[in-house]
């Protein structure tokens, strides 16, 4: 006799959770217990995946170790009963309807045609890709500024009361760093604000044997600062600097833990999903790594052998993303005093001043791009021309009389200033090529890969790209030194940065411990190099439940070549493998970061790096942002990322909204 659905159900369950790492015996028990709690309700279990289940295993084991204060299963099963129940408020379910969709998804093919333009990826002025599902009940029209109205002084006073006399030591600059959390001591690495030098932010030398930035220590906090003439909305300022302190961890919106939901898990169905099944096992040529000294790969990952490292570190990786259904669970792989993991030359701390939500969800720390699988990254030094490189030079290429053959691409002159700066007047040209985009120069492809990639067999019209101004970088195929002044991108993160919470709602951000000037270097946008088909894959199939990723398309010379390969037009995606620059946050117009294609390894512009530079001074514990360029008054694509608090008075959202609620009212 075939067995029950009831049964089928629950052996599905089982599977998959022993498919992502669990204890058979384990699951089932915990299966056992929310039936019973759910009475015998179904969709609550298998719902994005068995996340609830996820969640109940992991508290489950959590509640063995000694230290949690809970020794008992069922009451960690109450527990996320009580946070299920938080979720699932009728008028959220309406958020979810695509991924309810999701999870029904088994095909591991790409879908062909005939999709909406929600359904596919979507290339913002060939910058950041709006995610086929963005909508989180936390970013609706309104969310939370009606209950989260304190205003940010007021939320100091109320919580930094006991440990105040720390910050008395320190001085507020221009009374807009205001002392928060505090404790006996300043860490290393945490700045501070010494009396009497209140221009002067002082940062502590590193001690090596000690962790720096690490959270509930002396951390002062500073408004983003205006731009000039510029003045944050009321109700803006409100949410962005809101906190509710009574708010508990379960009222913690589910905002960043939906983001980034594995795309390992398989589908209630029983089916792997696509992604599923292509993550389920390690194949050859997953996850190529670039050499760490040279950066070179072999010509196409395909061909690349994958050893049992690999293997494992993927493996665990995947484990470790599904572990982070847990919004405030401690995380075991993200280190709270270097997210960086000591791949950098600096360590980034992450601190949340706000809410009890320690850690982002889980990803993993890459300091260099890594080929996924089919991008065709082929960093040969054949490959690299005389006219590519300066094999006869010496030193310092910026010291030398004549300017060497890497300048070829900016024109015979270097783009940095011997101080390391990004030269004011290549600067300026970047920053209005990205706030006039419309106005700039733009190339058509004959076969516009987003536009294949979306209709295969009968694709639109290339909407066009914009063509960039590119650094190219000495190398070493160079004869100059690693210090050589055109050497900056690739050298990494040498500033101080951090990640912080910025507000429910935004989720984490990245700021500067120390002021910059105008025109440093401050991170690349590191991710996984997909194809723009792989990328159309992972979106599309919604990755098992990761309804957001936040890719940027590598269009920068697409269309001045006769055609691209499938293998040619590639993107990085940060979900899953990144670096700091996924931390950062979007501003309408006058971010004050701007993105400039860097190449090094490669001679043509298929691949290149996306470096962010200063657009202005940053002072010191300013939040950094990036015009992510979305339209958010492009009507082909409804679905706009997200409802938009970037407090510039430029800000495309806001526009777009009053334009609407002025319509609105006119036709009333
Ligand atoms: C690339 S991530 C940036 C890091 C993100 N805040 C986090 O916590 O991981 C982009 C997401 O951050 C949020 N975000 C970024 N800029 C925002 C803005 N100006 N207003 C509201 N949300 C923003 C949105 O949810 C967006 O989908």
């Not at 991170?523 to 996984?528: A, F, I, Q």
Request: aromatic letters at 8%; hydrophobic letters at 30%.
């Amino acid at each position: 006799m075939a067995p029950s659905a009831h049964v089928q159900r629950a052996q599905a369950a089982v599977e998959a959770m022993k498919l992502i790492g669990f204890d058979q015996a384990k699951a089932k028990a915990v299966l056992k217990k929310l039936l019973k709690v759910y009475e015998n309700n179904w969709e609550y279990i298998e719902e994005e995946n068995y996340r609830l289940l996820v969640d109940s295993i992991l508290d489950d084991q959590e509640s063995v170790d000694p230290e949690v204060n809970e020794t008992d299963a069922s009451a960690s099963v109450a527990r996320k009963v009580s946070r299920k129940r938080l979720r699932h408020r009728p008028e959220d379910s309406d958020h979810f309807p695509l991924e309810v969709e999701a999870s029904g998804e088994t095909s591991p093919q790409r879908p062909k045609l005939d999709r909406s333009p929600e359904d596919h990826p979507t290339n913002f002025r060939g910058k950041m890709i709006k995610p086929v599902e963005a909508q989180c009940p936390h970013d609706g029209e309104g969310s939370s500024s009606s209950s989260h109205t304190i205003r940010e002084n007021e939320l100091i006073r109320e919580k930094a009361p006991q440990n105040s006399h720390n910050c008395q030591e320190l001085s507020p600059i221009s009374g807009q760093v205001v002392p928060r959390m505090t404790s006996s001591s300043n860490p290393p690495n945490v700045p501070y604000f010494e009396k009497g030098k209140s221009s002067s932010l002082v940062m502590q030398e590193r001690d090596e044997h000690q962790p720096c930035g690490t959270s509930g220590n002396l951390i002062c906090h500073k408004e983003p600062k205006m731009e000039p003439d510029t003045e944050f909305p009321r109700d803006i300022v409100a949410v962005a600097f809101s906190s509710n302190p009574d708010m508990s961890v379960d009222e913690v919106p589910c905002y960043i833990s939906d983001n980034y939901v594995p795309l390992a898990l398989p589908s209630p169905q029983g089916t792997p999903s696509g992604t599923a099944a292509n993550h389920g096992t390690a194949q050859k040529g997953d996850f190529l790594w670039a050499n760490a000294s040279t950066g070179l790969t072999g010509a196409n990952s395909q061909d690349a052998p994958i050893n049992e490292d690999e293997k494992c570190l993927k493996v665990q990786v995947r484990k470790e993303i599904t572990k982070d259904h847990s919004v405030s669970a401690p995380h075991p792989l993200l280190d709270e005093n270097d997210i960086a993991k000591g791949e950098e030359i600096v360590r980034i701390s992450l601190i949340n001043e706000f809410t009890s939500e320690k850690f982002p969800a889980y990803f993993h720390y890459i300091a260099r791009n890594a080929v996924y699988q089919n991008a065709h990254v082929n960093f040969s030094l054949a490959r690299i021309d005389d006219e590519d490189c300066c094999l006869n030079c010496f030193g310092d290429c910026l010291s030398a009389p004549i300017p060497c053959a890497c300048t070829r691409e900016t024109g015979g002159e270097f783009a940095y200033t011997m101080d390391g700066l990004l030269k004011a007047e290549f600067l300026n040209e970047c920053i209005s090529m990205n706030r006039d985009p419309y106005k700039r120069h733009h190339i058509y492809c004959k076969d516009c890969p987003i536009e294949k990639s979306k209709n295969e067999h009968t694709p639109e019209a290339c909407k066009g790209h914009l063509v960039r101004k590119f650094i190219k970088e000495c190398w070493i195929k160079c004869g100059c030194s690693k210090q050589c002044g055109n050497r900056v991108v690739q050298r990494g993160i040498s500033r101080n940065l951090q990640v912080f919470f910025v507000a429910d709602v935004k989720g984490w951000g990245l700021r500067t411990l120390e002021e910059l000037p105008s025109g440093a270097f401050v991170c690349e946008y590191v991710g996984e190099i997909l194809t723009n088909i792989e990328l159309y894959d992972r979106t599309i199939q919604k990755t098992g439940g990761a309804r957001h990723t936040y890719p940027v398309i590598l269009d920068a010379d697409w269309g001045s070549e006769a055609g691209l390969r499938d293998e040619e037009a590639l993107c990085l995606d940060a979900t899953f493998f990144g670096n700091v620059g996924r931390f950062v946050n979007h501003r309408c117009f006058d971010a004050n970061l701007v993105e400039v294609p860097v190449e090094w390894e490669t001679p043509d512009h298929h691949y290149y790096h996306l470096a962010f530079f200063t657009t202005r001074k940053v002072e010191a514990l300013e939040e950094l942002t990036w015009d992510y360029g979305i339209d958010f008054d492009d009507r082909s694509h409804p679905i706009k990322a997200f409802k938009c608090l970037c407090g510039s008075r430029f800000c495309r959202d806001r526009v777009r909204s009053k334009a609407t609620r002025s319509r609105a009212s006119g036709s009333k």
